[in-house]
Each structure stands twice: as C-alpha cells, then as structure tokens.
C-alpha cells in the first residue's frame, strides 16, 4: 500500500522538480528585450552628446533572434560602438558582458543624425561664384551623405563650383574650389625678394592658377621666365 502511494506520487515529483528546473534555466537567461533595449539607450546618449543647436539624431535597434540563449549577466553590460566622425548610418553596437561567465554580441542600429547644413538656394551652373544669394541652410539627414557637407557659409563663399548642381543639393567641399586669381596672359605683380631687399615688377602670367599654385610668368622687363606662387588675385611672389 505504501509502495503504491509512493508510485502514483512520484510522476507529480518529477514534474514539480522539471517546472522548478525550468522556472531556474529560464531565470538564467539574458533577457533579449532589455539588451536591445540597454543598447539603443547607450546609442541615444552617445549620440545627445555630440548634438548641437542645430543637430539631433533617431536611433533604432534591429530585433535579436528569439532563439538567442544568453546567460545572464553578473555584472553590468558595457557597450561600444566605432563610428570616428559620430556620422551615425547603420552601425554595428558591441554588447559585452564581464561577469562570471562572460559574453560578447553584436547588435544592428541605425542612428540617423539630422545637421543643418548648407545647400542651394537656386540651381547653380558650373563655375558660379557663390555668395550669400545663392545659398540656404536646411535639416538633412547626414547619416546618407558622404562626407563633404559643410555648415558654415564662411566656408564657401567666394568659392567656385567645379559643376552645376540643383536646388536643394548639399554644398559638397568636391563641388568647389577656389577661383582663378590669375589667368594665362594676365600682367601681374611680380614681388621679388632677395635677402632683405624686396622688388615688385611687372610680369606676363603664362599659365593660368589659383591661390597658392605655382605657375610660370615673364618678366616684362627682362623677359626671364620664373616660377612664382601666387599670392593674390594679379599677385604673384619669388624668391631669388
């Protein structure tokens, strides 16, 4: 009688102990909600601290596999993520945790960063020399450009675009360059400095350039063909 009582009882025991062996493996388990969620915080900080007045990001978090099995974790995870010019896009985010039984994962974001930067009021036509008429700032997400994009109308003014671009289309720094200051056939200033005695006469420009290249110019004097950077617009300098 009491073998056929400890029988019937022991089916009853071995689901007791199987329900206390899971309720203990489930509990070991990292929680995959709140690891996406700890790492899409990590991103939103990081990436708040790099804003400006005219700059705010958008974070997302890819889903991880629901089949992921991951201890949990013993001590606090840390996270780390590469992007050197904080230009967001998608990204890798390193999840690692150090505690007793350590761990490390890979998490796929996508963090949108939103600078006001400068683009083409108008459409502009190549070799246009840009000034304050012909450019406004607007919100874009840089995560989607190529570096190159520029914020400050300091930085392109007075500059020339090297091809046409639309309305609306981001000021590029491979879209500009700097005007001719002197072109080929131009009569310049030619300032000639020998120790401490400095000349300044007049020369033929043989080549065209811009400031700072060095071109080939005659002088008109004496017909000697130097080599002189150019210092100016109808300025050039060389040292004898």
Avoid at 16 to 37: T, Y
Avoid at 50 to 62: I, N
Avoid at 175 to 201: C, H, K, N, W, Y
């Amino acid at each position: 009688m009491i073998r056929q009582r400890l029988t019937s009882r022991l089916p009853c025991a071995v689901a007791v102990i199987a329900a206390l062996a899971a309720g203990s493996l489930e509990a070991a388990q990292q929680d995959l909600g709140q690891l996406k969620a700890a790492a899409k915080h990590f991103l939103e900080q990081r990436y708040t601290q790099q804003h400006t007045a005219t700059t705010d990001s958008e974070v997302s978090v890819a889903d991880l596999d629901p089949r992921l099995r991951l201890r949990n974790c013993s001590a606090p995870l840390t996270f780390s993520v590469r992007d050197i010019g904080d230009n967001g896009g998608a990204i890798s985010v390193k999840a690692q945790c150090e505690g007793e039984q350590p761990w490390s994962l890979y998490l796929s974001a996508q963090v949108d960063v939103y600078r006001e930067i400068l683009v083409a009021a108008v459409p502009l036509g190549r070799g246009t020399l840009i000034d304050s008429s012909v450019i406004t700032h607007q919100r874009l997400n840089t995560s989607t450009l190529r570096q190159g994009y520029l914020t400050s109308a300091n930085q392109v003014l007075g500059q020339q675009l090297r091809r046409s671009i639309d309305a609306g289309e981001p000021l590029r720094e491979g879209v500009l360059e700097q005007p001719l200051a002197v072109e080929r056939g131009d009569i310049v200033t030619l300032e000639s400095t020998s120790g401490t005695i400095q000349v300044a006469t007049q020369a033929e420009a043989l080549s065209s350039g811009r400031v700072g290249e060095q071109i080939r110019v005659r002088n008109t004097s004496s017909e000697r063909v130097v080599r002189a950077n150019i210092l100016g617009e109808g300025r050039v300098g060389a040292n004898f």
